[in-house]
Nanobody, 120 residues
Framework: QVQLAESGGGLVQAGGSLRLSCAAS????????MGWYRQAPEKQRELVAR???????VSADSVKGRFTISRDNAKRSVYLQMNNLKPEDTAVYYC??????????????WGQGTQVTVSS
């Protein structure tokens, strides 16, 4: 079983910055792609950014130029640096990771979510 622990959310004024972190724990698996999703009230969960195990990132158009995703494979962690935050970035942010077990089974795992609130 894989557990994802997120940290770094909070309340910030528009134009401010936050850095989210997510660390995977557990035994008997290899982490593949990792990413961040967000869900605002009464909206569907949407992709913010993802990064492959090789370090290739993709991000949503709405955050390009403002958010940067990175990872540390040795720490099995993924990070999201969020700059120039806007009120529309307010949401619960979820860490996601693909993990393959020693038996070759691949599954998606989610963190518990961390609240990001941007005031105008």
């Amino acid at each position: 079983q894989v557990q994802l622990a997120e940290s770094g959310g909070g309340l910030v004024q528009a134009g401010g910055s936050l850095r989210l972190s997510c660390a995977a724990s557990g035994n008997g698996f290899v982490i593949g792609d990792m990413g961040w999703y967000r869900q605002a009230p009464e909206k569907q969960r949407e992709l913010v950014a993802r990064i492959t195990s090789g370090g290739s990132p993709v991000s949503a158009d709405s955050v390009k130029g403002r958010f940067t995703i990175s990872r540390d494979n040795a720490k099995r962690s993924v990070y999201l640096q969020m700059n120039n935050l806007k009120p529309e970035d307010t949401a619960v942010y979820y860490c996601n990771a693909e993990a393959t077990t020693i038996y070759g089974l691949r599954r998606n795992y989610w963190g518990q979510g961390t609240q990001v609130t941007v005031s105008s």
